[in-house]
């Protein structure tokens, strides 16, 4: 039964010399590992697992995180069989299984946004569509949401001198926040679909643009919440086309 102390755990900003020793219970408890286990002398071994969470309600991480740290010294303590014989000569040692630790540092972003605004110029590329011959029709925007957050969204074509042009969707369309599951993590995203019908008047602004911008505002839900952000979210947009043609 292997007892572990991490005697020291030093965040260092290398860019300001700036550093950081983590305080509190983590580095004053040994913790107890428990032995593992064979098949009676044989492979194969069922590995003893411990965790051990540091966190903000019992030690300073906060300050350690906040300085931004490119690097991480550490100091930790391993006493193998610390007890001595208690298993009456039924310890064991297998070539290549021995004792691993690892050091895993989860740091999502954790915010609360109200009328967060995002803005981004996109490729409109139209140019293969005979606009001459369209009659009527409508664009579908398809929305997958990674978020955890309701999104309003602005499309507005941009003319070729830069400036805003027509309105597509205005900021009373909303995209559906995804849903936050009991682990804290979105598991899935949240399908929107909105459309656009498309006048004469319409589809001769869209063959006279290659741009369009597209405006987000934020709101997560509940409101005032703080909720985890991770890499893997987003929002997918899929625009698809329904056209009238002239018979000619």
């Known amino acids: ?42 492979l194969p071994i069922n590995p003893s697992l411990f965790n051990y969470s540091i966190t903000k309600n019992n030690s300073n991480i906060v300050d350690l995180i906040n300085l931004l ?3 991480l010294k550490y100091s930790v303590d391993i006493v193998t069989n610390p007890l001595g014989n208690t298993s009456n000569y039924n310890d064991f040692i297998y070539d290549g299984k021995l004792l691993n630790l690892d050091l895993s540092l989860t740091i999502p972003m954790k915010i609360s946004a109200e009328g967060l605004a995002l803005s981004k110029i996109m490729e409109l590329d139209l140019s293969n569509q005979n606009f001459e011959e369209i009659q009527s029709g409508k664009l579908n925007f398809l929305f997958n949401n990674w978020f955890p957050f309701d999104c309003k969204i602005n499309l507005t074509l941009i003319n070729e001198d830069g400036s805003d042009g027509t309105n597509l969707l205005n900021e009373n369309q909303i995209i559906k926040s995804a849903i936050v599951e009991p682990s804290g993590k979105v598991i899935k995203p949240e399908f929107s679909h909105l459309e656009i019908a498309l006048d004469a008047n319409l589809i001769k602004q869209l063959s006279a643009v290659n ?38």
Not at 19 to 38: F, K, S, Y
Not at 228 to 237: M, R, S
Request: aromatic share 10%; no cysteine; net charge positive.
């Open 211 to 248: 741009k369009i911008r597209v405006k987000t505002t934020f709101d997560t839900k509940p409101k005032n919440e703080l909720v985890n952000i991770y890499t893997y979210y987003y929002i997918e947009l899929k625009v698809t086309g329904e056209f009238q043609y002239l018979n000619r």
């Open 1 to 42: 039964m292997p007892h572990f102390l991490l005697r020291n755990l030093i965040a260092i900003d290398s860019r300001t010399g700036q550093e950081i020793t983590l305080t509190g219970e983590p580095i004053q408890l040994v913790h107890q590992i428990n032995r593992a286990t064979d098949q009676g002398g044989q």
């Open 69 to 71: 740290p490119d690097q």
